[in-house]
């Protein structure tokens, strides 16, 4: 069974941090791209960061460029999201999502619909 994992969320004060990560099980992680999303209260899905299978190529929204980096670690499985000097707005369930590109060096993309696999999302909660 193909599935996405998300942990490390949590409720952290304001300027903390957080790494968040994202294991598969049941594909080989590393022939797909991983995007990062977050669902706030109210709002609509964001794409917030994304990287590609050969993990030269990243995308990061504005929102969260210089705060957040996304790295992966193909050995293990896992795609990280470190996030930096939080802000009560990063307030959101986060979700991890993998998408199988066309190749190797293909730059990744934030929209939701490119995607075919999720996980259950984590919470990060930002406040004093």
């Known amino acids: 069974q193909l599935q996405l994992v998300e942990s490390g969320g949590g409720l952290v004060q304001p300027g903390g941090s957080l790494r968040l990560s994202c294991a598969a099980s049941g594909f080989i992680l590393d022939y797909y791209a991983i995007g990062w999303f977050r669902q706030a209260p109210g709002k609509e899905r964001e794409g917030i960061s994304c990287?590609?299978?050969?993990?030269?190529?990243?995308y990061y929204a504005e929102s969260v460029k210089g705060r957040f980096t996304i790295s992966r670690d193909n050995a293990k499985n896992t795609v990280y999201l470190q996030m930096n000097s939080l802000k009560p707005e990063d307030t959101a369930v986060y979700y991890c999502?993998?998408?199988?590109?066309?190749?190797?060096?293909?730059?990744?993309?934030?929209?939701?619909?490119?995607?075919?696999?999720w996980g259950q999302g984590t919470q990060v909660t930002v406040s004093s």
């Open positions: 999502a993998a998408y199988r590109p066309p190749t190797l060096f293909s730059q990744c993309v934030v929209s939701p619909s490119r995607y075919d696999y």
């Open positions: 990287i590609s299978r050969s993990a030269g190529r990243t």
